[in-house]
C-alpha cells in the first residue's frame, strides 16, 4: 500500500506565504507525478500545480507567478510554496500521487490521494 500526508496547512493573512508539504511512503517503484488541487468552500476540487519526471511543471493561471511547486525523489515528497495569498486561495489542499508499483514482476501505476490539509487566508 502507499500512503500520502499533507501537511503545513493553516492561517495566514493576506500577502503572506506558506508552505505545503507531501510525503509518500509504501512500497513504490518510483513516482510518476505529484500535484496539488485546491478545493474552495462549496466548490469541486481543482488543479493548482504539477511536476512530473524530469522535473517538469504546469501551473493552474490563478497561481503563476505566486506558487512554486518542487519535488524531493530521495524522500518521495512535494512542496507547495504558497507566496502572495489571497483569500480566494482558502480551501483544503490535496496532494495526489501517481506512483508505480511491482507487483507479481510487473509495474502498475496507481493513483493515490492525501486527506487534505486546511489553508485559511484572512482578508
Known amino acids: 500500500q502507499v500512503q500520502v500526508v499533507e501537511s503545513g496547512g493553516g492561517l495566514v493573512q493576506a500577502g503572506g506565504s506558506l508552505r505545503l508539504s507531501c510525503a509518500a511512503s509504501?512500497?513504490?517503484?518510483?513516482?510518476?507525478?505529484i500535484a496539488w488541487y485546491h478545493q474552495a468552500p462549496g466548490k469541486q476540487r481543482e488543479l493548482v500545480a504539477v511536476?512530473?519526471?524530469?522535473?517538469?511543471?504546469i501551473y493552474a493561471d490563478a497561481v503563476k507567478g505566486r506558487f512554486t511547486i518542487s519535488r524531493d525523489d530521495a524522500k518521495n515528497t512535494a512542496y507547495l510554496q504558497m507566496n502572495s495569498l489571497k483569500f480566494e486561495d482558502t480551501g483544503v489542499y490535496y496532494c495526489n500521487v501517481e506512483a508505480t508499483r511491482l507487483q507479481f514482476g510487473n509495474q502498475y501505476t496507481y493513483s493515490y490521494w492525501g486527506q487534505g490539509t486546511q489553508v485559511t487566508v484572512s482578508s
Open positions: 511536476i512530473k519526471s524530469g522535473a517538469r511543471t
Open positions: 509504501g512500497s513504490i517503484f518510483s513516482i510518476n507525478a
